[in-house]
């Protein structure tokens, strides 16, 4: 893997995590969903890509 490629998925996942974060701030279960429905988008993109 490239470097190019390490840094956007470490941003990426960055962003992610503080979309997340700033759900549960305003209310502790929408983290919690939100953050479960990233992971399950990125399940699925990551399965349509192989």
Known sequence: MEVRAIV??????AGVVSIAAGAGMVYLPAGFIV??????TGA??????R
């Open 8 to 13: 956007r998925d470490v941003i990426g996942l």
């Open 44 to 49: 699925i993109l990551t399965g349509r890509a």
């Open 35 to 40: 953050g479960g429905l990233f992971a399950v």
